[in-house]
Nanobody, 126 residues
């Protein structure tokens, strides 16, 4: 049984930083693409970033390019999202998810991901 557990969320002032972690268990972590999504109240779940199985390829939503960095440590079965220069509009519940392929045409589609974590709240105050 696959389990994804996010951590690292919290309350931060605008301009601050947070690092989210997602620990995976129950499957061969290094074989899977990992992604981050976020969902604000009353809004759809939006793509944030994704990383290929070996970290060689990454993708970002335009809204976070240059501010967020995704990385992974396959030895620790963990994917990270370093978030800098945070803005109030980054406030959301952040979810990690996994999928089998790094298809740039479908990375942003939440229904293309297999497993999801429970989410971690990020709140950015102005």
């Amino acid at each position: 049984q696959v389990q994804l557990v996010e951590s690292g969320g919290g309350l931060v002032q605008a301009g601050g930083s947070l690092r989210l972690s997602c620990a995976a268990s129950g499957r061969t972590f290094s074989s899977y693409v990992m992604g981050w999504f976020r969902q604000a109240p009353g809004k759809e779940r939006d793509f944030v970033s994704a990383i290929s199985w070996n970290g060689g390829k990454t993708a970002y939503a335009d809204s976070v390019k240059g501010r967020f960095t995704i990385s992974r440590d396959n030895a620790k079965n963990t994917v990270y999202l370093q978030m800098n220069s945070l803005k109030p509009e980054d406030t959301a519940v952040y979810y990690c998810a996994d999928r089998e392929t790094f298809d740039v045409y479908s990375l942003a589609r939440a229904n293309e991901y297999d497993d999801w974590g429970q989410g971690t709240q990020v709140t950015v105050s102005s």
